[in-house]
């Protein structure tokens, strides 16, 4: 196996590392009670934080894709 192709999957990454700073201080400010969602209340849930990271480092044009689609239920 080469080196070339591991190199190549580092520099397509899924985030840029400004997104994981944005997720790094929302999880940080979750854990001391100091984050609040778009109602106000706090968050509780380490995964609700992650997503107001990536939230906030879409809003400030870091390299993050899309939001998901949701899919119908059948």
């Given at each position: 196996?080469?080196?070339?192709?591991?190199?190549?999957?580092?520099?397509?990454?899924?985030?840029?590392?400004?997104?994981?700073?944005?997720?790094?201080?929302?999880?940080r400010?979750?854990?001391?009670?100091?984050?609040?969602?778009?109602?106000?209340?706090?968050?509780?849930?380490?995964?609700?934080?992650?997503?107001?990271?990536?939230?906030?480092?879409?809003?400030?044009?870091?390299?993050?894709?899309?939001?998901?689609?949701?899919?119908?239920?059948?």
């Amino acid at each position: 196996m080469s080196n070339t192709s591991r190199s190549s999957n580092r520099n397509s990454r899924k985030y840029g590392e400004a997104a994981s700073k944005y997720v790094e201080s929302a999880v940080r400010r979750a854990e001391n009670g100091t984050l609040k969602d778009s109602h106000g209340t706090t968050v509780k849930s380490h995964r609700q934080a992650v997503a107001i990271g990536l939230s906030e480092a879409r809003r400030k044009g870091a390299k993050v894709p899309p939001r998901s689609k949701p899919t119908a239920k059948r």
